[in-house]
Each structure stands twice: as C-alpha cells, then as structure tokens.
T-cell receptor, first 111, second 113 residues
C-alpha cells in the first residue's frame, strides 16, 4: 500500500514563529488531507488538498502531486496551534478507499 | 449542519465485557469509516461501508471485533469480549460519494481494565 512519511516528528516553536511541515507519499493520490489533533484528541480538518495551494488564515498548504509531497505552513504561531498534525492520503491505485495516515508531527508552541 | 456524532465519548470497562461504540454519519453521506488510534500503531482504518454495505474489513484486528450499519444514519462497532489491548481512541468518519474529503467525529476513548 501507499507509504506516508511526515517530517519533522517533533517541533518546538516560540510564539510568533513560522514553520513548515512536510508530508511525502509514495504513489499517486486521489485525496490528501491535513488534520490537527488538538490536546483533547479531536481531529480537526485543516485542508483537503490533493493538489495545488490553499490558505486559511495563518495556515496554508501546498501539494505538488507530481513530486509526491505536501507542505503545511504555520505562520505567526500561537499556543493554540500546539498538537499533532497529521497528513493522510487515499491512494489512486491499489489502496483506494484506504485512508493512510502518517505518523504525525508533534508541535509545541511556547509563550 | 451537525457533524459526525459518536457516542459514548468515553468508555471504561473491564476485560471480558462487551463494548458497543456508536456513530451517526453526516446526513446524506454514503460512506462511513471506522478508525482506531493507538500509540503503537497510530491511526489505522478498521472497516468502511458504502450505502450501508461493508466494503473492506481487512483492518479489523480479529473476530472479537464486528461492525454493522443497519441504516444510513447509524453504525456500531462492537468488541466482544474486550481486552486491555483494545484500549484506544476509536474514530468514525463519513464522506459523500464522488467527493474524496472525509469528515471525522470527535472519537470515543475506550479504556479496558
């Protein structure tokens, strides 16, 4: 099945800093989503972005499908951005319907 | 619109007991997914349904786990008998046919003592 790798595994930021999280995947995808899992465990949809660029407030994401990676940008980070960020993909070939999650990036934003 | 609804939000039970987790997908969604999140294995797909029919249950860990979807607005995931290693957060998600984006419920945190 499709492989998903996220980097870095951990990130510590000072409030106000910018950061970039990366998601690499091993095959063509029909779907790629970024999620934020908050400290209460809820999975929050950030972006549905199988290709292209999207922005939502201080967050933006870019997926370059031909090169099989996606980037999540956090600008002017706030303590509420702390949590785990997951990338998940739905492969276009043999893994249709099987949403595969990466291991996540643990982000801690300090005041 | 209401999102995906799961109940209970927290469940604590003793080894050997039957556990039933419940999910109500977003109205009109044709697909329903059950996921499990553990420290060791991360987030993994257990089973998914299309129009109430199970399509792929290859992620169900063993026969103690079963899932049903009796109608378009309700699904259950049952563990019988439960074991301490089943302790995890169980998420339900749904999506519309022809649209790839999945929407997740708040999860049920299960603790088996």
């Amino acid at each position: 099945g499709i492989q998903v790798e996220q980097s870095p595994p951990d990130l510590i930021l000072q409030e106000g800093a910018n950061s970039t999280l990366r998601c690499n995947f091993s095959d063509s995808v029909n779907n790629l989503q970024w999620f934020h899992q908050n400290p209460w465990g809820q999975l929050i949809n950030l972006f549905y972005i199988p290709s292209g660029t999207k922005q939502n407030g201080r967050l933006s994401a870019t997926t370059v499908a031909t090169e099989r990676y996606s980037l999540l940008y956090i600008s002017s980070s706030q303590t509420t951005d702390s949590g785990v960020y997951f990338c998940a993909v739905d492969g276009a070939t043999d893994s249709w319907g099987k949403f595969q999650f990466g291991a996540g990036t643990q982000v801690v934003v300090t005041p | 619109d209401a999102g995906v609804i799961q109940s209970p939000r927290h469940e604590v039970t003793e080894m050997g007991q039957e556990v039933t987790l419940r999910c109500k997908p977003i109205s009109g969604h044709d697909y329903l997914f059950w996921y499990r999140q553990t420290m060791m294995r991360g987030l993994e797909l257990l089973i998914y349904f299309n129009n109430n029919v199970p399509i792929d249950d290859s992620g169900m860990p063993e026969d103690r786990f079963s899932a049903k979807m009796p109608n378009a607005s309700f699904s259950t995931l049952k563990i019988q008998p439960s074991e301490p290693r089943d302790s995890a957060v169980y998420f339900c998600a749904s999506k519309l046919a022809g649209v790839w984006e999945q929407f997740f419920g708040p999860g049920t945190r299960l603790t088996v003592l």
